[in-house]
């Protein structure tokens, strides 16, 4: 691909403010394919008119990497020019017919974007720009069109031909060739346009929805893999039925299809009535998928089906509203995973769960090289704003307009949105005023303007409370300040909407009541208090002593809260506040506070003791409680990551983080040995397995308690548990099970790890998915001395490795860099040097799997020497070469402008 420069040579930045509406609308398009995997020819026919609105221009479409064959205006060659990759057509007439032909090759299409194959199959991946890899097109989201699609391939090698919509029609053609004729009775920009072929069977079921009308679904997979689909067809259905239920949302087409791949750079894409997913986020049987894998594939899958409305039915007017669709459809998944949920405490851990993922991978995003607010105001390369500040603060600002509005107010300012903008390409300002605009008498429309500052600013807020209790007015009034810190491009910033949601606690931990000021009569529960200045007051009355603040219920901002909390008012949430959210969260705070207090101690080595007494009989309290779920207690027991510590340190030493965090990991073990033991015999399932939310909480509990008793094994010499836990990897039932014995014998160190790895491997030698998870959870364990790098060398060089599946290359190189910091952050710098070596090396190969991985570094300005400076040293060995994709390019640019 030609790399679009400015005179500089720099790659030209799109800005948000550059936005003009396309001099052309394509209104039908009848593409047909001749699928061949060396040389595939597309004709693509279609039919364009002048866009009225803006004053004539050439028309310019977007190529990239394809064979020019053809170009006819209304049946005669056209003239025509390329401009880098653009095919320019002057003094057009204001509605042609428009025919072009090209080919292109799509066995070697390793960047897995446009046309390409895997498996001896074809799939397309066309958001964002890919669509420009199959054919000449106005390749942006705000051109619409109705698609008409013929697939012709070999019978033989391609019995399944798939696109878009309805099949229309299919037949036999000369020479052992068929064919099928697809329309799609919906429009649609082109990132949403799909084909597949190749030997496929699909499971299939017919549902009939709330409206009465009946739907065909179809999960579509490789011949031994249909006795892995249940879980995503039942995961399907319950989507259409959520939808429909909860925002009155039904499925518009008579078949809906899901195809599986092994070679995909994402999760999974949204393409009308045909989704296409990485087999990661589809493949499950016990015996081969954990707990995690069943709830990621719900989530996902859910996911991409309600995408079917945001997203598809009422798209993005252009790239820098990537939100609007995808932090939108993120809420709508956790909202679906939550709504499945049995109870209350299921609800809160699914919360507990995104909250985890928000703040220990998008708060650090936010605060590094590459933050950006959830609507960018420019980029070079699009596949680089595919971020969890798109995807999950966006999800969180979709949340606080619901606090703000409503649960009903929410769901009527849905129904007004897809009123109001069914079949157009919108924007953020778009979806935002409509929610107001349903619930007029909202806070949410009160501070509209205010309120967008979540989309324009980029950082994480930082709320910081004070409480004063006045013994004599027996009042509590809490001071509230808020600040957000300058990022790249964005110096200074304007207070945000803050929905914070309170209550308060007395010291003994009653729950007490809430009389704000002014107000004659007291409530219970919680409140939701919203802040919009940068300094404000909160007074709460009728109050007999200090009581203890409950700041930030459910996480109901994504704001970093500051609160002096003495380890007694902690401990007193964590044993008593009615929220779950933040009784976990009191449990996070003690054991960060001790954690950052050791890091920072002069003492060259950690003592043992980083957690103090009182900490270990909270803990030992959470798990021997009857009344909590086990679920919870995992979590609750679940010390902060290695990232989220480094996080609230202003110099990092990672090697320092990681002696900390093991040090309390090994004081958890072992103080709680019996506890341990407890809680593995009280949390064995005896029925058939089921992914559900109790029992899988009952299996991540069970799994935790083998890892602390493995580990307490280790330091105490002992070999019983570790026996045991061999025997529970050989007898168990499901790959939970299964895989967490694994995952505590290697993290642990103990020699039975060997026997057990090349028992995993020989068992599962022929599942794809569960061999990435045998070399995922080798290159991410604890690193004894240096011995995982040349472990990870190793490994690359296995029969199974391949960097060009990126599952493969993710299970390897990514579970290294990116989630083993004690081992990858060397003092020799050796991790930094073979992450360059890595990233050159796939950039070549797929530039979008690359510049994931040079984010790797993303933090490196604040690590400790001699960290930073061999950090620094490597990103700018990948930034000096001469030949980097746009996606690496931006990436490792902007990392060292930081
Ligand atoms: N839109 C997809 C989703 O979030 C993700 C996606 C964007 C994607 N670009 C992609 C998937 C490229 C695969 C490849 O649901
Ligand atoms: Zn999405």
């Known amino acids: 691909m030609l790399l679009q420069r400015d005179a500089q040579g720099q790659p030209i930045a799109i800005r948000r403010d550059d936005y003009a509406a396309p001099a052309y609308w394509i209104d039908t398009v009848d593409l047909t394919f001749d699928l061949d995997p060396a040389k595939t020819r597309v004709l693509n026919r279609m039919r364009l008119r002048r866009n009225p609105d803006v004053p004539t221009q050439p028309l310019r479409l977007d190529g990239d990497e394809l064979n020019l064959a053809r170009v006819l205006v209304d049946g005669q060659g056209a003239t025509f020019r390329m401009e880098a990759d653009q095919l320019v057509i002057d003094a057009l007439p204001d509605a042609f017919d428009l025919e072009i032909f090209t080919t292109c090759c799509p066995v070697k299409n390793t960047k897995l974007m446009g046309l390409f194959v895997s498996e001896d199959t074809f799939f397309t991946q066309c958001e964002a720009e890919g669509f420009r890899r199959i054919t000449y097109f106005l390749d942006r989201p705000d051109v619409m069109a109705m698609y008409t699609v013929t697939l012709r391939a070999s019978k033989a090698a391609y019995p399944v031909l798939l696109s878009n919509g309805n099949l229309l029609e299919q037949g036999e053609l000369p020479d052992g060739r068929h064919f099928a004729k697809w329309v799609d009775p919906f429009k649609k920009p082109a990132y949403l346009f799909a084909l597949v072929a190749g030997k496929l069977v699909a499971r299939e079921q017919r549902i009939t929805a709330r409206n009465g009308k009946a739907h065909l679904l179809q999960v579509y997979v490789r011949a031994g893999d249909l006795d892995k689909t249940e879980h995503a067809m039942n995961s399907l259905v319950n989507s259409v039925l959520w939808d429909e239920a909860r925002f009155g949302l039904p499925l518009d087409l008579d078949r809906f299809m899901i195809v599986a791949t092994s070679d995909f750079n994402m999760g999974a894409m949204e393409n009308k009535g045909l989704n296409i997913f990485n087999t990661k986020y589809v493949l499950a049987n016990q015996a081969t998928a954990t707990d995690a894998d069943y709830s ?63 703040r220990t991978a998008q708060f650090p995003e936010d605060a590094g090289p590459m933050a950006h607010p959830v609507r960018p105001d420019s980029y070079i390369e699009i596949s680089n704003f595919y971020t969890v500040t798109i995807y999950e603060k966006g999800s969180e600002v979709v949340r606080m307009m619901q606090t703000l509005v409503g649960r009903k107010g929410f769901e009527r300012g849905i129904t007004l949105y897809f009123e109001r903008f069914d079949g157009q390409a919108v924007t953020c300002d778009d979806f935002a005023q409509a929610i107001a605009d349903a619930n007029p008498d909202s806070d949410l429309a009160r501070l509209l303007p205010q309120f967008k500052r979540w989309y324009s600013q980029a950082g994480t807020p930082r709320l910081a409370a004070q409480g004063h209790y006045d013994a004599a007015a027996r009042s509590y009034t809490l001071s509230f300040t808020q600040s957000c810190p300058p990022t790249p491009g964005q110096a200074t910033k304007e207070p945000f909407v803050l929905p914070v949601n309170l209550g308060l606690l007395a010291a003994d ?31 709460f009355v009728n109050l007999d002593a200090e009581p203890v603040p409950s700041i930030l219920r459910g996480f109901s901002a994504p704001v970093i809260l ?33 954690a950052v207090h050791a890091i920072a101690a002069t003492s060259g080595a950690a003592d043992a003791s980083v957690l103090n007494d009182a900490y270990l009989e909270a803990m030992r309290s959470v798990l021997r409680d009857p009344a909590l779920d086990a679920a919870f207690k995992e979590l609750v027991l679940t010390l902060p990551s290695e990232t989220y510590i480094s996080e609230q340190l202003d110099v990092v030493d990672p090697q320092r983080v990681h002696t900390v965090r093991e040090a309390m990991r090994a ?17 064995q399932d005896t029925g058939a397995y089921s992914p559900d939310p109790l029992s899988s909480g009952r299996r991540a509990l069970a799994g935790m308690a083998l890892v602390n008793l493995c580990l307490a094994a280790r330091i105490s010499g002992d070999t019983v548990w570790p026996g045991k836990t061999l025997q529970r990897f050989k007898d168990a039932g499901n790959m939970t099970d299964r895989f967490n014995a694994l995952h505590a014998l290697v993290s642990s160190g103990h020699a039975l790890a060997a026997p057990a790895l090349a028992r995993f491997h020989a068992l599962f030698k022929n599942e794809a998915l569960v061999i990435d998870k045998w070399f995922s959870l080798q290159a991410g364990a604890a690193d004894r001395g240096g011995d995982i790098l040349p472990l990870v060398k190793q490994l690359m060089k296995h029969p199974d490795f391949s960097i060009k599946n990126p599952n493969r290359a993710r299970s390897v190189i990514f579970s290294y860099c990116s989630a083993n910091p004690g081992a990858f952050h060397r003092p020799d710098a050796s991790g930094y040097v073979w992450w360059s070596d890595r990233v050159i090396e796939l950039d070549a190969i797929n530039p979008q799997v690359a510049a994931r991985l040079a984010r790797a570094l993303d933090r490196w300005s604040k690590l400790a020497e001699p960290y930073r400076s061999a950090a620094q040293e490597a990103i700018a060995r990948v930034a000096s070469r001469p030949d980097l994709s746009k996606d690496t390019h931006e990436v490792v640019t902007r990392a060292l402008a930081a």
């Open 296 to 358: 990621n594939i719900e989530s996902v899958v859910g996911h991409e089906y309600f995408h079917n409305w945001s997203g598809d039915r009422v798209t993005c007017r252009d790239w820098f509203q990537l939100s609007l669709k995808e932090g939108l459809t993120v809420f709508r998944d956790q909202e679906f995973s939550q709504d499945l949920c049995a109870d209350a405490s299921a609800r809160a851990v699914k919360r507990i769960e995104d909250v985890r993922v928000l």
């Open 509 to 539: 931990g009653r729950a007490l009541p809430l009389q704000r000021e002014g107000e004659s009569e007291a409530t219970s529960g919680t409140r939701t208090v919203v802040l919009t200045e940068a300094s404000e007051q909160i007074v």
């Open 562 to 594: 500051d609160f002096d909390y003495s380890d007694a008012q902690l401990l007193t949430l964590l044993a008593n506040d009615i929220d779950p959210f933040n009784r976990w969260e009191a449990g996070q705070r003690l054991a960060l506070r001790s």
């Open 667 to 683: 004081q958890l073990a072992t103080a709680l040995v019996a506890d341990w033991e407890q809680a593995y015999e009280a949390n």
